[in-house]
């Protein structure tokens, strides 16, 4: 099957306290993207400027991504600036340029209509909301979102949350949205506004993905030594994620899912090696397999004494 | 097999968001003993002054812990006093008076002395090297600690690292202990320190153990959504860990320790559950064993795709 993505395409000017790297490919689309395209097709929807570099360009029909929903229009690229503090935690927008990005609102092409798994990767929930009501009985959608939707278009994403059958967000953002200290009580807090299934991410802690009927999964983080630059690592988690989902036929069962996070998770792992998709554009089937099993040997025990 | 456990008996005053409750039982040495007594014998060591309430020797007595090594003197029990912060994860301590404790340094009963396993319980690092000064070839030593001893007394902590087996500490110890920001490179940094087996608790975010050879695992918290008092939860931890390794013969293989490690979060998921060691008494076998099967089902996932 293919999976749908929807989401920004950017250029993005990124400083850790180790480096300083201007002018990369970034996005939560272009990241979501190349992550589920080592699953399955994938069909993209987003917005460029004419300063779009061609590389980019390449990079992403390389891997085999159906563009015919990538709009390239005059004017600027949609552009991001942030700063990484010590602890590469806690980040500080520097900058935010919209840009061609301001009055998006795509129509989808016709041969992306019965696309079967949407993913409305990190953008404004307006946007989603627009994008969602063009694709023909979806069989499984996921939102992502961030701190800002909450803060300034809350309503709107309340009312996506209606619309969607899994919901991505971070620790941070659950508490924020729900008003709930533990993760367990925000995880069911947002089951109960509409989604199915809810994966919080707690970065180098990992991820809780909470399914119906109390079903409930904690995903280890890949044990890593160094981390180079965090951004998108969200966006390659949902990508990965949804592109397995896409993967294989059938009902999305809360195995899958679980599998789902873990494959999202060796993605996200190898993406924060690097700056943008500096590591992720090159990972293979062998290192993904092989962060796999290594996921599934570090979290098992013996059931019984 | 039997466990020792020196450590500290107090008596606290603890205030949360919620609630204040004063002259609880407390200290590390009452937390892990009672812990540890589910799964195997206990040779306590500590002392008390003769205001200690009757009730607590009789709760330790009744959880058949051996209190030939527990002296009652003239004076005043330890007391200790703290809060909790709205999020229940920062402490502060609002007081402290070791009264009896100043000068405790015990001579263990000739019993003791061949205890196969030990455990050093959150003390002084001075008081942890003179009681392991008295054990007869110990077959595993584990000891714990806390930020304060990094802080006033590394020297000693970093001596009693070469005499250890394994540490135990939490996430921003390791940090502070080995100037690492990856929990990775900090469980590594302490194993090159001494001991071949760390475990680093990240409280509602599960416990990473290493082992020798590289071995590693990653150990899922209980879904808790209530907290009521987390004072304890790491002695808690590390006495059913000890308790659970002393509870059979042979070797202590990494394989024994990670469900060590799942049975010391298990007992800890209880203790939080109330103020003192309230909950934590009345804990029985079937509740243990349910909340292992709950963290061995929410752990898994397929090996293959």
Redo the contacts between chains.
């Keep these: 099957m293919s999976v749908l993505i929807v989401g920004s395409i950017a250029l993005d000017d990124i400083k850790t306290p180790v480096a300083e790297h201007p002018n990369l490919l970034g996005g939560s689309a272009s990241y979501s993207a190349v992550s589920a395209s080592y699953f399955s097709p994938v069909n993209l929807v987003g917005i460029v400027g004419d300063d779009f570099p061609k590389e980019h360009i390449e990079l992403l029909r390389g891997r085999g991504i159906d563009l015919e929903g990538l709009q390239i229009v005059p004017g600027k690229t949609f552009r991001w600036s942030g700063e990484y503090l010590?602890?590469?935690n806690t980040r500080e927008t520097l900058s935010v340029a919209l840009n061609v990005f301001e009055n998006f609102s795509p129509d989808l092409p016709a041969s992306y209509r019965a696309t079967p798994i949407v993913l409305l990767a990190n953008i404004a929930p307006d946007l989603q909301h627009h994008v969602l009501d063009q694709v023909e009985a979806p069989r499984f959608v996921i939102a992502d979102t961030m701190d800002l939707w909450i803060n300034i278009a809350k309503d709107s994403l309340i009312r996506l949350l209606g619309r969607v059958d899994m919901l991505i967000l971070n620790d941070g953002e659950a508490r924020q949205l729900t008003g709930e200290?533990?993760?367990?009580?925000a995880g069911k807090a947002i089951q109960a506004l509409g989604p199915k299934f809810v994966a919080v991410k707690?970065g180098?802690?990992?991820c809780?993905l909470f399914g119906g009927k109390g079903e409930?999964?904690?995903?280890?983080?890949f044990?890593?030594?160094?981390?180079r630059d965090p951004t998108g690592a969200g966006d390659t988690f949902a990508g990965g994620l949804a592109g397995y989902l896409a993967k294989e036929d059938g009902p999305v069962t809360f195995?899958k899912l679980?599998?789902a996070v873990?494959y999202g998770s060796v993605l996200a792992s190898y993406n924060v090696e690097a700056f943008s998709l500096e590591r992720l554009k090159t990972v293979d089937a062998a290192q993904i397999d092989e962060r796999y099993?290594t996921l599934?040997r570090?979290?098992?025990?013996?059931?019984a004494?």
């Design positions: 010590l602890d590469m200290t533990s993760l367990v009580k707690k180098e802690h990992g809780l409930f999964f904690s995903c280890p983080a044990p890593l030594e160094e981390l195995e679980r599998q873990v099993s599934h570090i979290s098992q025990f013996h059931a004494k």
